[in-house]
């Protein structure tokens, strides 16, 4: 073999080898900036790269509302619906109650929707708790007489392609009114969708449990969030439709006559399950919404119940391996996770208070993310972030809540 083989050979192995490298490299989770607090970026980034963890198809759930999006999508699409007199009150009789709630006679006859749902939502109040499962059922149950394409089309219409993306850069939020009560329309957090995505692509099993109704949290993942990943990791990835749960009715096939559970059509292997699941909107059409609740209902405790029926096949302790949320409605999942990816919402201080009570010995496993869910709406990555961001009395109140994760949690350090 002559001198100048050998070199060729070489370095023939050597770009062999560097491509080897690099393709490793590059397959390894690195999150963008963005608004990260920097010590939370660099511990997860660590745990997620363990050899223990990457390629091995860990489950990790993430909430949808001020977790994956910042706001929540069920509230506006619900005042979309009002807003277009679409719920009709003729409906609702049988699934609501006349009450009275401190002092007040509540009656769907004479309260408007939207006030009837916070009325339902406020019922738990007198219990000395706060769980609004109650209204996420009879908000759901109120889609009754609808298709499920009105619900896709819906959260199309008000969401417009992450409009609300803005909001960050121009200290705004996009919004409208509908009875005196402000909407504001939800974005993605471009960090997780920058997170999710380093997970889909570093062989992580990535679901979504969430309180909204699962035809808004189909349109949003399916097609929202998965042209976002598309753009930023390449075609084809995507969080899988039939790991997405949320709130649901039966519904029922109006060419047959059939009653579905949607949690188990998406999993069919059918010519009709491929359409419903991939969002065929003259499929959607057929499928008419009932007022009987689909269980288990995915808040609260419900989103455990969820996991341990459709997500994990044995122990949820030893198979959660991280789930991410954002108030007491994700308590119950973050519990049995073996890594708790919290978005403090900072506006939110109650929210806060109850986590520090609830797990006030449980914080190792604990990644803290500060968020604001009020103009500037987003991330926030430090305090120096924060104090120029936050004025006054808003400057105050959320700082107090930082120096907590930062001084009893040791969280930022």
């Not at 989770?29 to 010590?39: C, F, G, I, R, S």
């Not at 292997?269 to 909107?281: C, G, Q, T, W």
Request: aromatic share 10%.
């Amino acid at each position: 073999m002559t001198v100048l083989n050998k070199i060729s050979n070489i370095c023939i192995s050597f770009a062999i080898l560097s491509s080897l490298l690099i393709t490793d490299v590059q397959a390894k989770v690195k999150l963008d900036e963005n608004n990260w607090n920097p010590t939370t970026k660099i511990r997860l980034e660590k745990l997620l790269n363990s050899p223990e963890n990457i390629n091995k198809n860990k489950k990790v759930v993430f909430d949808l509302d001020d977790t994956t999006l910042s706001g929540g999508i069920g509230s506006v699409v619900y005042g979309y619906f009002i807003k277009n007199n679409m719920i009709k009150k003729e409906n609702l009789e049988s699934i609501s109650p006349s009450f009275t709630l401190d002092g007040e006679k509540v009656s769907i006859q004479t309260t408007p929707i939207s006030k009837y749902y916070d009325k339902i939502y406020s019922i738990t109040k007198g219990y000395n708790q706060f769980d609004p499962t109650n209204a996420y059922a009879w908000n759901t149950q109120s889609l009754v007489g609808l298709n499920v394409s009105d619900v896709v089309n819906a959260t199309k219409e008000v969401f417009k392609n992450n409009i609300a993306s803005q909001d960050r850069a121009k200290n705004t939020e996009t919004k409208f009114v509908v009875d005196g009560q402000n909407y504001t329309i939800p974005y993605f957090h471009p960090e997780t969708v920058d997170l999710i995505g380093n997970l889909l692509t570093n062989g992580y099993d990535v679901y979504i449990v969430s309180g909204s109704s699962i035809w808004s949290i189909r349109y949003l993942i399916s097609v929202e969030l998965k042209k976002l990943l598309e753009e930023k990791f390449g075609k084809g990835v995507e969080i899988k439709p039939e790991n997405l749960y949320g709130m649901s009715t039966l519904i029922k096939d109006k060419r047959d006559g059939k009653i579905f559970i949607d949690s188990l059509l998406v999993k069919e292997k059918s010519k009709r399950a491929e359409l419903y699941k991939n969002l065929d909107m003259n499929e959607l059409s057929n499928y008419e919404i009932t007022s009987v609740l689909a269980h288990p209902i995915s808040g609260y405790e419900g989103k455990t119940a969820v996991i341990l029926k459709y997500i994990v096949k044995d122990s949820i302790i030893k198979e959660l391996f991280m789930s991410a949320g954002d108030s007491p409605n994700d308590h119950s999942m973050l519990s049995f996770s073996q890594n708790k990816l919290w978005f403090a919402r900072l506006d939110r201080p109650d929210y806060q208070e109850e986590t520090f009570r609830r797990f006030k010995d449980d914080r190792n496993t604990w990644f803290i993310q500060p968020t604001f869910s009020k103009a500037p709406r987003g991330f926030l990555k430090d305090e120096n972030q924060i104090k120029s961001l936050l004025k006054d009395e808003n400057l105050k109140k959320t700082l107090d809540v930082y120096n907590k994760f930062k001084n009893e949690w040791k969280a930022f350090q």
